[in-house]
């Protein structure tokens, strides 16, 4: 079993829609968790970082923590066109970072 | 402008010719670390550096090496480059904010890799 899982795409949404991202993590110890945005062709970027359980809003974006269920998801709310990417999402344990197979998410206009 | 640099961009070489790819970042970021990103295989940790002198495998370190001689660069070498390593590469360093426990992160452009 993968360390981290991520809901198998691609993922197609309407714009305006709601996406809805998850991944799941199976190291308990796993103290850090985030959520990379990777255009085709470019390098990820960093769009979310959360370390408590909980919900964590940076503008449309919000990230989901909950550490029982060992689950982290990433909500985009009214989604773009220019949100069409494949997310990552990450967990990190001290300096050890593994990554999920990404989700492709495709906004329709 | 904050940033992470990769040299070079697009490398062919040739298997068992010794390569080295640099990286530098100038943010004093104490946290830097190398993933390759294969299609199927996702990104994979290779090497990361918790500060200078400081370095650790990540999940395939296996033909790469690592120095992190100064807080600003940190070179990945392969000492005899296969095919199965041809991939792409990418740096990234970090800075966790003690304070408020907030990270930041940059990934460098990358560097595609193609051994012979």
């Known amino acids: 079993q993968k360390e981290v899982e991520q809901n198998s795409g691609p993922l197609s949404v309407p714009e305006g829609a709601i996406a809805s991202l998850n991944c799941t993590y199976s190291d308990r110890g796993s103290q850090s968790f985030f959520w990379y945005r990777q255009y085709s062709g470019k390098s990820p970027e960093l769009i979310m970082f959360i370390y408590s359980n909980g919900d964590k809003e940076d503008g449309r974006f919000t990230a989901q923590l909950n550490k029982a269920s060992q689950y982290v998801s990433l909500l985009i709310r009214d989604s773009q066109p220019s949100d069409s990417a494949t997310y990552l999402c990450a967990v990190k344990d001290a300096g050890k970072s593994t990554f999920g197979d990404g989700t492709t998410l495709t906004v329709k206009p | 402008e904050a940033q992470v640099t990769q040299n070079p961009r697009y490398l062919i070489t040739v298997t068992g010719k010794k390569l080295t790819v640099t990286c530098s970042q100038n943010?004093?970021?104490?946290?830097m670390s190398w993933y390759r990103q294969d299609p199927g295989l996702g990104l994979r940790q290779i090497y990361y550096s918790m500060n200078v002198e400081v370095t650790d495998k990540g999940d395939v370190p296996e033909g790469y090496k690592v120095s992190r001689k100064e807080k600003r660069n940190f070179p990945l070498i392969l000492e005899s480059p296969s095919p199965n390593q041809t991939s792409l590469y990418f740096c990234?360093?970090?800075?966790?904010?003690?304070?408020?426990?907030?990270?930041?992160?940059?990934f460098g452009p990358g560097t595609r890799l193609l051994v012979l």
């Open positions: 990234a360093s970090s800075l966790k904010l003690r304070q408020t426990r907030q990270e930041t992160q940059y």
């Open positions: 943010m004093n970021h104490e946290y």
